[in-house]
T-cell receptor
Framework: DAGVTQSPTHLIKTRGQQVTLRCSPKSGHDTVSWYQQALGQGPQFIFQYYEEEERQRGNFPDRFSGHQFPNYSSELNVNALLLGDSALYLC????????????FGNGTRLTVT | RKEVEQDPGPFNVPEGATVAFNCTYSNSASQSFFWYRQDCRKEPKLLMSVYSSGNEDGRFTAQLNRASQYISLLIRDSKLSDSATYLCVVRNKGGGGADGLTFGKGTHLIIQP
């Protein structure tokens, strides 16, 4: 039973560049959520995808966008990178609705220089 | 007042001791509660859900006090491997986050030999 997988593991980008992060949910899960976790902070919700649509969004600018594919996998895109975008980006999957807890992937550590 | 507050610690505890920490939440309509464990530079992993009547899983006991709006986590006979950051997670129906999930910043626990 494959868990949540994310790629790449680490990434270094320069200010102003664009980045795409990828996530495959746990087998059987249909909902994917993305979080940003800065050092010493708890994860901050970016957005959630279900049925290939963005269902909810946190307090992040439009530079952050995403996509969900028919196989439930998802991408997170960040444009015009800022130094402050350096963080661990976590993908979490779950079942839609109910009280399903989140299952997290290993994360992508993004460093913007 | 922050939505979910935790003492960041660190809590330095000798191996074999019992340790407890609390988490307070501000939204009285919060519906469900979880404790996640996060090792250094790793993803959060679900430790346990917290039920109204309290629940136990091996050496771990979680309790919920709705009147005072806090949840607690008790670890008995602590092991070196319990060293980690413990994240308190609250779900608010219709609130912010993925299905209203809000994460605390985490409590850092260090078990000393």
């Amino acid at each position: 039973d494959a868990g949540v997988t994310q790629s790449p593991t680490h990434l270094i980008k320069t200010r102003g560049q664009q980045v795409t992060l990828r996530c495959s949910p746990k087998s059987g899960h249909d909902t994917v959520s993305w979080y940003q976790q800065a050092l010493g902070q708890g994860p901050q919700f970016i957005f959630q995808y279900y049925e290939e649509e963005e269902r909810q969004r946190g307090n992040f600018p439009d530079r952050f966008s995403g996509h969900q594919f028919p196989n439930y996998s998802s991408e997170l895109n960040v444009n015009a990178l800022l130094l402050g975008d350096s963080a661990l980006y976590l993908c979490a999957s779950s079942f839609a609705g109910g009280d399903s807890p989140l299952h997290f992937g290993n994360g992508t550590r993004l460093t913007v220089t | 007042r922050k939505e979910v507050e935790q003492d960041p610690g660190p809590f330095n505890v000798p191996e074999g001791a019992t340790v407890a920490f609390n988490c307070t939440y501000s939204n009285s309509a919060s519906q469900s509660f979880f404790w996640y464990r996060q090792d250094c530079r790793k993803e959060p992993k679900l430790l346990m859900s917290v039920y109204s009547s309290g629940n136990e899983d091996g050496r771990f006991t979680a309790q919920l006090n709705r009147a005072s709006q806090y949840i607690s986590l008790l670890i008995r006979d602590s092991k070196l491997s319990d060293s980690a950051t413990y994240l308190c997670v609250v779900r608010n129906k219709g609130g912010g986050g993925a299905d209203g999930l809000t994460f605390g910043k985490g409590t850092h626990l260090i078990i000393q030999p």
